[in-house]
């Protein structure tokens, strides 16, 4: 039991929401892959979930034509998550079809990055307990015509070509995106003065 918590104190302080110091390679290869894998058992179960895990939320070209920047920003705010990170860009079709590499064969995949690269998009990094799981959670369903009310999605749109907001699917997907949009030096490590009013941690 006490190597189990050990083991995953390590996860939490060496791996997990840490995506500007990768630091598994200070580990032998036989320990990396036993930590990927606890990584990737807390993408899907969030068993292990850190309070400084983070993950890349994007406002889309129609959220920021729409002027839904705020709105957006406050519903994270008010959960109780910590704005680590953000700029606002015009993306690249080569930076998209980083981001959105997966989906690279599907048929909407043209029309996808021809409407994330048409205007500004605002993109933030936020912090706090399970904030992947949750914020997936709080953005709703890709489809607005799924989404429940309540969620950014399910509140602000209603077709899946423009839902306004983006928001990382998975811890490990959280730090490939967050390496993507931004360097380390622009990510901000502070103190917030509430943040035992957010979490015992
Ligand atoms: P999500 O953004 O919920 O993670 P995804 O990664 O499957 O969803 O897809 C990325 C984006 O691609 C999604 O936000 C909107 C667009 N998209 C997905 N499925 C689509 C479809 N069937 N038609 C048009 N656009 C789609
Ligand atoms: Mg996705």
């Known amino acids: 039991m006490l190597q189990r918590r050990l083991f995953h104190k390590i996860v939490q302080q060496f791996y997990l929401g840490h995506p500007e110091t990768s630091r598994l390679s200070r580990f032998p290869p036989s320990l990396q892959l036993g930590l990927r894998s606890a990584c990737h058992r807390s993408k899907t179960t969030s068993a292990f979930p850190d309070v400084r895990e983070r993950t890349l939320i994007a406002v889309k070209p129609d959220g920021v034509q729409r002027r839904l920047v705020g709105q957006i920003i406050q ?47 605002v993109v933030m990094v936020w912090e706090g307990h399970n904030v992947v799981q949750t914020s997936r959670s709080m953005v709703g369903h890709t489809n607005p015509a799924e989404a429940m009310a309540g969620t950014v999605r399910g509140d602000f749109s209603i077709h899946v070509s423009r ?16 390496q993507l949009w931004f360097q ?18």
């Open 75 to 121: 519903r994270f705010e008010q959960r109780g998550f910590k704005l680590v990170g953000l700029r606002m860009l015009q993306a690249s079709e080569d930076l998209l079809s980083e981001h959105y590499g997966e989906l690279r064969t599907k048929s909407f995949y043209h029309s996808l990055v021809r409407y994330m690269t048409s205007g500004p998009i």
């Open 163 to 178: 839902n306004v907001v983006h928001a990382s699917d998975s811890v490990e997907g959280a730090q490939r995106e967050i």
């Open 184 to 201: 380390a030096k622009d990510l901000l490590d502070w103190d917030c003065n509430d943040k035992s009013s957010t979490s015992e941690k």
